[in-house]
């Protein structure tokens, strides 16, 4: 692992960026007194308590850190835009397609994608929510592209 | 006796065939929405509402409760078995419930969080129907300092939910004081970090969070690991009960569990995640084995099991009472009253009190029908762990999606999701942690409120926090729970160092 | 000639109602959504689910009542306002405050003059001033002299900033020239919650969720809006008995529909909606929320109502600054 960089010192970099665009923000906002605060008095606590709690992360991260997790980037990859595609399909589309679609997209975070497979769950799937949400909870969800 | 007359009279109401009937019907409705990730009681609901226009008043409420605290026996469920907290209160059931499921004891875990509820619900119904005016007067009297108090002791219980590095813990917390920000500022109307987005107007939805940096992360985690969680394990009959030792330590936690989640569930607009997560907090300090929490500590489910429990419950007292409804759950069954022609208020009691004692007898057979119907439920629940990953986790997020989609039919919160998966990534590989994120969330925009107010009212005097004696109370508490944090710590070092020698 | 002229104007109008009945048939495929861009168990809600099987019975077609909550209702009403104009979704919300809305937010997604189209007025909800019991204020009069000779001192909740009621208040205040602490809370229930306690001082709020509390003796009422007294209250004046503007008034619901839907459906919805709400049923049961049915002769009455309204809102809303 390399010396400085590591897992803490990355984390307190990730407070500070954040921190400042909070506080670039916050001058915005009125600050107002304690007595009529304004909206802008939290924002610039919180932002610079944040800088703070960031600086000691980085300053104490040669001794803390510990090893970085190992994380499925491509897993990450496809189930977020899985679900992505289910949101932007679910009003115009209707829940059948937008499933079958997050079901797919999901699918390819396996490295043996199986068509025939993820057809069948996304059936499956597409037949209980029908049931439960639809049928079930009264829920007013479109089915097909032209169902209400 | 007038207690005993009143109940007798809950009894005569609650006993009748439809009112069990209804009763059944809303506490199994309940319970499997719980269980559903994401679906939260709220939109179930909203759903059946217009059900209940066709049955008598008491029974539309009887059945409306019913949704209402057999969610909270279900929400626990997810949480266990899959990391995936149905509800923002059960994500505090994730930290040492899903350890116990990694260890094999999913079934134990189920089981145990069942009787926390039940004992958290019952002892609560009692307290209400003993207690109810006493309470509400206490509840009423809460002005903004005393909020503020409260809130702020939540705080300092958020940071003792920190697991490891404590900056790192605190800043964790900030982000989602930060992320309580985001929207329409109670006090001025301005809006704050939204950027021109009308659907960011109201704030973020903590459901969208709860759902993205829990769930999302944890199915991203798990995808493509061949070994699967202990899903080779036998499930017997005899593996999914408690042991003498798991009752035992288990028996203190939920009566504390049910004090605190009683006491802050009272107060309007609280919820019930606040009291499970300041529950699990103070398990953790008077346990004397607190670096067992985090691995599957059993007062760490059993505790804030019976808080929110006992909070679900105890929010009908100023529902009931004052006709002040605590959340957007309380209000809807307002409306349910409203429908039928019944105006909330301060004499709902004395002018309906088959109403009021209906629901309350039924309130508790609901409770009983949960047991009855949880027990058999848990072997069945952990055999959802047999299921293939590859065929579980498309329906994890398919489930997920839809529920939060459910919420407010919207595809932002959708949006938020993904993006909240994205983050809890990101946080997993840097080393932050999800819950004390989503409690300083729940708390950020009460406690601003309470602040401001505070101070408009006592004209900037910070003395008003010491003066009233609730507030009082609770900063003489959070200054123990600071003491007693930096001598354990301290101590812990001189141990240490001790050693080492 | 007269005779004829009778029997003329009979058989067209009889030929018109039979075409009218007809087009009725066609107008309506499939179900129709009312949007209620606040939560469940609101004024709007609960009206819109008494409305919602009896114009479900009328144009025998499902009416589904969906709740788009958010942004002080302007969440659902884009949603309608971006709806496709078939005249099959409807919103049914509290009108001032969608009035108010464009001055108040910064940004607000639709027009409501050319996004959605007026259909008619459902309801009116007086305001009640409540007063604290801890303060032992007998009338209005009492109350504005203590308040002038103790500026500052008293506090006035609201149930948000740029709510109904905070504008109704800022009206009073202004009006009135006190100096009164404003202390917004969230929502309605939580600033009557605090007026109970006694943590601030007064609200002015609907009589659904203030005459239970005045009723009980937790809140002394001390006047009322609108041109009559409330029947449940009959010694409470009316701010104009007491000599104040008109404009410190209620609350208005009201159902609009997509801007651009086919005028007969509009129309049509206009005289089912109308004759649903003379019904004696739906009149007790709108009085039973505290309000009182008041269907608009025509969409166009609506929209006057509105354009007058929006405009003087405006103007109001900049002078008192609670515009950002």
Not at chain 2, 19 to 24: E, G, I, R, S
Not at chain 2, 37 to 42: D, E, T
Not at chain 3, 235 to 262: M, N
Request: aromatic content about 8%; charged content about 15%; some cysteine.
């Amino acid at each position: 692992m390399h010396r400085i960089i590591n897992r803490d010192f990355l984390a307190g970099l990730l407070c500070l960026v954040i921190a400042a665009l909070v506080l670039l923000q916050a001058y915005a906002y009125d600050m107002g007194t304690l007595r009529n605060m304004g909206p802008g008095y939290l924002p610039r606590f919180l932002g610079i308590s944040l800088a703070g709690l960031g600086a000691i992360t980085m300053v104490f991260s040669a001794k803390t850190a510990t090893a970085f997790p190992v994380l499925n980037y491509r897993a990450l990859v496809c189930i977020t835009v899985g679900i992505i595609a289910f949101a932007l399909l679910m009003r115009p589309a209707g829940l059948f397609l937008a499933t079958i679609a997050l079901v797919y997209i999901c699918g390819l975070s396996e490295r043996r994608f199986r068509p025939v497979k993820l057809g069948a769950l996304a059936l499956a799937l597409c037949v209980m929510s029908y049931l439960i949400f639809i049928l079930g909870l009264n829920m007013p969800i479109r089915l097909f592209p032209w169902s209400f | 006796m007038e207690i005993l007359d009143n109940l007798a009279l809950g009894v005569s109401v609650a006993f009748t065939i439809e009112n069990l009937m209804y009763c059944a019907l809303g506490v199994t409705i309940g319970m499997l929405i719980g269980v559903i990730p994401g679906v939260g009681h709220l939109a179930a609901i909203s759903m059946l509402l217009p059900l209940t226009y066709y049955v008598p008043a008491t029974t539309a409420l009887v059945m409306l409760a019913g949704i209402y605290y057999g969610a909270q026996y279900g929400g626990s469920t997810a949480a266990i078995l899959l990391n995936l907290p149905g509800t923002p209160s059960s994500s505090v059931v994730c930290l040492d419930g899903y350890p116990m499921t990694k260890q094999g004891r999913a079934g134990v875990a189920l089981f145990m969080t069942t009787i926390a509820s039940f004992v958290g619900s019952f002892i609560t119904v009692i307290v209400l129907a003993a207690f109810a005016p006493p309470l509400a007067d206490f509840a009423i009297a809460f002005n903004s300092a005393d909020y503020f108090s409260m809130m702020l002791l939540g705080l300092v219980a958020a940071a003792i939910l920190v697991q490891g590095n404590p900056a790192k813990g605190l800043a964790a917390v900030v982000f989602g004081l930060l992320l309580g920000i985001v929207g329409t500022d109670v006090s001025t109307g301005i809006q704050r970090y939204t950027f021109g987005l009308t659907f960011l107007y109201d704030g973020l939805n903590i459901v969208a969070i709860a759902m993205g940096i829990f769930g999302v992360t944890e199915v991203v985690a798990n995808v493509g690991k061949v070994v699967q969680v202990k899903n080779d394990q036998k499930i017997t009959f005899r593996s999914l009960l408690p042991t003498r030792r798991d009752l035992k330590e288990s028996i203190f936690p939920m009566l504390r569990g049910t004090g605190i989640g009683t006491g802050i569930g009272v107060l309007p607009g609280t919820g019930t995640s606040i009291g499970s997560f300041i529950a699990y907090a103070v398990e953790k300090k008077v346990s004397k084995n607190p670096e067992k929490f985090g691995k599957g500590a059993i007062e760490g489910i059993t505790a804030p099991e019976s808080a929110n429990n006992a909070a679900a419950q105890s929010a009908f007292i100023p529902t009931l009472t004052l006709g002040i409804p605590g959340d957007a759950v309380m209000a809807l069954m307002l409306g349910a009253l409203l429908i039928h022609g019944i105006t909330p208020g301060p004499n709902v009691i004395s002018d309906n009190p088959d109403l009021f004692w209906g629901l309350v007898i039924s309130f508790l057979i609901g409770n009983v029908m949960l047991l009855i119907l949880n027990i058999p439920m848990v072997g069945l629940w952990v055999r959802l762990l047999k299921i293939p990953y590859p065929i579980l986790y498309p329906s994890i997020i398919l489930f997920i999606v839809i529920g939060v989609y459910s919420i407010n039919y919207s595809d932002m919160d959708i949006m938020l999701v993904a993006l909240f998966g994205a983050i809890g990534c990101l946080f997993l590989l840097l080393g932050f942690e999800p819950a004390p994120l989503l409690l300083g969330f729940i708390l950020g925009p009460m406690m601003e409120e309470n602040f401001r107010r505070a101070m408009l009212l006592s004209r900037g005097d910070l003395m008003v926090f010491l003066e009233r004696p609730v507030s009082a109370t609770f900063f003489a508490m959070i200054a123990a729970l600071v003491v007693w944090s930096i001598y354990s710590a301290i101590r812990k070092k001189r141990v240490a160092v001790a050693k080492e020698f | 000639m007269k005779k004829v002229n009778k029997l003329f104007v009979g058989a067209t109008s009889i030929s018109l109602l039979l075409a009218g009945n007809i087009a009725l048939a066609q107008e309506f495929r499939g179900p129709v959504r009312i949007v209620v861009p606040f939560a469940p168990g609101g004024t709007s809600d609960i009206l819109a689910r008494y409305i919602a099987p009896e114009l479900s019975d009328a144009i025998g077609q499902p009416v589904i009542v969906e709740n788009k909550a958010g942004a002080g209702g302007n969440i659902g009403a884009d949603f309608v306002a971006k709806a496709d104009p078939n005249g099959h979704t409807l919103l049914l919300s509290d009108l001032t405050a969608l009035l108010a809305a464009p001055s108040v937010l910064p940004s607000v997604a639709y027009d409501i003059e050319s996004d959605l189209d007026p259909v008619t007025m459902v309801s009116y909800s007086p305001y009640v001033l409540g007063v604290s019991n801890r303060n032992e204020f007998e009338s209005f009069d009492e109350l504005i002299e203590y308040s002038r000779e103790n500026p500052g001192l008293l506090s006035v909740a609201t149930s948000g900033v740029g709510a109904n009621n905070h504008i109704t208040t800022e009206r009073l205040i202004q009006d009135q020239d006190v100096d009164w602490t404003v202390i917004a809370y969230r929502g309605g229930s939580d600033a009557t919650r605090a007026v109970v306690s006694g943590e601030s001082d007064m609200l002015l709020n609907g009589t659904t969720a203030s005459l239970p509390f005045v009723l009980s003796g937790q809140m002394n009422a001390l006047a009322v809006t609108g041109e009559e007294r409330l029947d449940e209250l009959p010694d409470v004046p009316t701010f104009r008995e007491l000599g104040l503007p008109g404009e410190l008034d209620g609350t208005y619901q009201g159902i609009l529909v997509t801007a651009g839907s086919p005028p007969e459906v509009v129309e049509r919805l206009q005289t089912e909606l109308a004759s649903i709400l003379s019904t004696d049923d739906i009149q007790a049961k709108i009085a039973e929320q505290g309000g009182q049915a008041r269907p608009s002769a025509s969409p166009d009455e609506l929209r006057a109502w509105m354009t007058e309204q929006k405009s003087e809102l405006a103007s109001f809303i900049e002078s008192a600054g609670i515009s950002q």
